[in-house]
């Protein structure tokens, strides 16, 4: 009896199986389930027992699904905030409750206090980099100095830091370039049916005001292959008659790209799995975490699409 029960409580806590809850954005794009994918593989790999919920892109769910994590005392809450603020009650609750918080891929601001006061490590990419990146590509490629350049800008979800952070970076350069134009820029929250929907708009409004689009700018790879097609409906030549640049470098941008019909994607790694078991491992050891795990990335252009392709993991 008692010699056994105080073998079992004396036991060290690594050994005990991580309880580990994960609130999701959502299913929204290529992405995201590979996100998704590389999360519960990286869990069953690492034994590590997963809590996935998936909140269909909506705040509100996500608020739910940490409540509840709380409530069944996980070990560790992970999530990927869909949009940077209103997360200050629930944090407080975590933090009251001593479960340690990991923001994956998304960044938060907190109203009133210290974000970094709420959770252990944020990883995941450095989205203005992103836009940056997307476009110094674009005045490299476009090679124009004088004339103007009109661009489409489709955004990522309102509110989200890589909506908000992409469209940062990528203005950003253009700045030092005054010849391009940003003419129109709306949301198309990440999916390839948004995508195609906005950019449908952007083209009628276009032609109303009888202007042209030379770039479209997606924030991500699905939104550009949604606006592909809206572009070929049209009757025009994506790739060609518009120059098109977006962000992830999904195997969807990759092919299309070997298609011709997408000029570049920078790349955003959802393949995050591996280093958050690494990151849950290390809290349940006691290791202290850097507060930022940066994702290292590249930048590929049309020329290299068909020899990068069978090298690309998601
Ligand atoms: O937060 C990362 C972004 O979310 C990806 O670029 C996009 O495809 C996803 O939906």
Redesign the pocket.
Known sequence: GTKKEAAKSDAPKADKKIVLGFSQ?GA?????TANTESIKAAAKEAGIELKFSDAQQKQENQIKAIRSFIQQKVDVIAF?PVVETGWDDVLKEAKAAKIPVILT??AIKMSSGNAEDYYVTFM??D?VEEGKRAAKWLVDYMKKDNEPVNVVELQ??VG???AIDRKKGFEEVLKDHPNYKIIKSQTGD?TRAKGKEVMEAFLKSAQAEGQKIDVLFA????MAIGAIQAIEEAGLKPGKDIVIVS??G?KGAFEAMIAGKLNCTVE?S?LLGPQLMEAAKDLMTGKQLPKRILTKEGVFPAEVAAKELPNRKY
């Open positions: 954005v929204e794009s290529e992405w995201r990927s891929d998304r995941g990419s989205f990522g979800t989200s830091a890589p990440f924030h991500n790879d699905d962000i992830d999904v955003c959802p």
